[in-house]
């Protein structure tokens, strides 16, 4: 399949094949140390095969949290840097990332107690019996002890059956306390990655999505453009390897085999449920299902995110949120809300991914670190450096390690520092509603208040150029939804290197996790995206296939006229 006219950013790899550091791998890991690098005035390349955001990165819980189950495996290390890092983002990009409350319901006193030693010393699941008050009790004073930057968050809060059922009335009437804090929400996971790209572009780093690794040439790396199936030579100093749960193929297929990684596999599914909705009031779920996992229900977007699942996979599988992934979800669903009824008609999207956790032979899923590494080799005389692990909550920091390592090697000094740097559409972001109301006012030129505000909602700040873009143009909201206008998908093709349909619909873009997407308006989306990208009507037809395979296959959708259900 080929495009009409060359990718600019591909176009930009060939004319430079020579950088200081080449980065494999577009996930959020590979993006903030693209950033990183970069900021630094580092000469580096970074290259995805797929989607930029849109691995296992592309699978998550929408969440920034420091982790406090993390606390029973003893990763104390990494939860203090995850609440600091949560912290930081609440700050450095609040266009998508939002304080979250949080409510665990707790259903006994003393349980787990007298197991919890032996699970913190042999990483075993040794029983599974749930959480008690107590263990939740010290696991949450010592998660406060580590947001003590000034209160980004409130505390933690107890209370008995009385007072929790008062408060939230749809839980399960058998608990016998519920303790409350406070994490993070994020909102628009993909679009926040893309942002941390394009701060990488805008500081001079060179990127390409669709282009892969596939071999080794007389010290270079091969790649290949997966659009077109040419094939070119990449050479760096130092070639940093952040392909996530595929770090291990990713280095076989460079000639340099490892044996780092072991992922698991996590599912979701997204209900719309107004009932669970209301239930919710508001705050995330999270406590421990009978069987030891951690599990979640979760309001966002008018939607509830149900998950996840925590079990032994093959990152050369596909990862698909299965039969028995819902029926777990339900049953779970029901433990905590036993009045509200959840079907398979109300689930609107599913997705599932694999975790980039590093091999852990015999140690329960659910107790295998959390926490990164960075594992050093050579590929063609050059430093190789491989990433194991990684959690979204702590993308920057790992960045800054990654990068640490790169210049040491380089034997460059730091020239910039990320920690309080606001990251694309969180610069000047308004927080509160007079400081918004300022920003919308003053960006009205050309089109209306209302129409900056959801622009605003969006982009963050990045708003003002999705504005200059739309404003004195002709612009017509979609026929098959009013979220979107002709102008805007336009200038978001044409700016956000969108290569294929499905790129627009499930990364730039929620429409197919919220369940909005029909089968009219995936035509009507390959029209105005082949339209800006210059597809022939056989692309055009061949996108349209190949997204609506897409979303069956790996998302659970079937098209009717409207709107697109999930069924089984």
């Known amino acids: 399949m080929t495009t009409s006219t060359p990718r600019t950013d591909v176009v930009s790899l060939t004319e430079h094949p020579h950088s200081q550091v080449l980065v494999i791998g577009g996930g959020i890991n590979g993006a903030a140390t693209f950033r990183e690098l970069a900021l630094q005035g580092v000469d580096v390349t970074l290259i995805e095969r797929s989607d930029y955001i849109s691995g296992a990165s592309a699978a998550s819980s929408h969440m920034i949290h420091g982790g406090i189950r993390y606390l029973e495996n003893g ?57 008690g008050a107590l263990l939740i009790k010290v696991g949450l004073i010592l998660y406060d002890s580590f947001s003590r930057d000034g209160g980004s968050v409130p505390r933690h809060q107890f209370h008995g059956r009385r007072k929790s059922l008062a408060d939230q009335p749809a839980l399960n009437p058998d608990l016998k306390y519920t303790a409350t804090y406070y994490d993070a929400a994020m909102v628009n996971p993909e679009r926040l990655g893309l942002d941390v790209l394009l701060d990488g572009v805008a500081a001079g780093g060179r990127s390409a999505n669709y282009v892969e690794a596939v071999g080794s040439v007389d010290g270079g790396v091969l790649v290949r453009d997966r659009v077109t199936g040419d094939e070119f030579v990449l050479t760096a100093d130092v070639i940093v390897n952040t392909s996530g749960p595929w770090t291990d193929l990713t280095n076989d297929a460079l000639g340099a085999p490892t044996t780092f990684m072991g992922g698991t ?26 069987d030891g996992r951690i599990v979640l229900i979760y309001p966002i977007k008018g939607r509830v995110l149900v998950g996840t699942t925590d079990m ?61 590494r960075i594992e050093k080799g050579s590929f063609g005389g050059s430093p190789l450096l491989s990433l194991v692990g990684g959690k979204w909550t702590t993308f920057r920091a790992l960045g800054e390690h990654m990068t640490n390592e790169v210049l040491a090697i380089l034997k460059r000094e730091r020239t910039a520092s990320t920690t309080t740097l606001s990251i694309g559409g969180g610069a000047g972001f308004p927080t509160t ?16 208040r209302s129409r900056v505000a959801e622009l605003l909602t969006r982009y963050g700040t990045r708003a003002t150029k999705f504005i200059s873009a739309i ?49 009219p308006m995936i035509e009507e989306l ?37 709107p697109s259900v999930v069924t089984r």
């Open 75 to 131: 990763e104390f290390r990494l939860v203090r840097e995850a609440v600091q890092e949560r912290n930081r983002l609440l700050k450095t990009a609040p266009h998508y990332v939002k304080p979250l409350q949080t409510t665990i319901p707790i259903f006994s006193t003393f349980s787990g107690v007298a197991a919890a030693p032996l699970r913190f010393l042999t990483h075993k699941q040794s029983s599974t019996t749930e959480r």
């Open 265 to 290: 596999k996590g599912s979701h599914i997204v209900v719309d449920n107004p009932e669970l909705f209301a239930a919710t009031k508001g705050r995330e779920l999270f406590f421990e299902n009978d």
């Open 312 to 372: 032994d996979a093959d990152p050369r599988d596909p990862m698909i949120e299965t039969d028995d992934d819902t029926e777990y979800f339900f049953k779970l669903v029901s433990h905590v809300f036993p009045d509200v009824a959840v079907d398979r008609s109300q689930i609107v999207f599913t997705y599932a991914g694999i975790r980039p956790l590093p091999r852990h032979d015999d140690e329960a899923p659910g107790f295998v670190s959390r926490d990164y």
């Open 433 to 448: 509603e007079p400081t918004r109301n300022a920003w919308i006012h003053a960006n009205a030129v050309g089109v209306t």
């Open 471 to 519: 404003a004195g143009v002709e612009d017509a909201a979609l026929r098959t939804t009013p979220l979107y206008t002709t102008a805007e998908l336009d200038h978001l093709v044409r700016t956000e290197s969108v290569v294929h349909l499905d790129d627009v619909l499930l990364r730039r873009t929620d429409l197919a996790f919220t369940g909005a997407v029909t089968g």
């Open 526 to 562: 390959a029209d105005v995206v082949g339209a800006s990208l210059g597809w022939s009507s056989e692309r055009r037809a061949a996108e349209v296939t190949t997204t609506r395979e897409t979303l069956t296959t790996l998302h659970g959708q079937v098209f009717v006229d409207e």
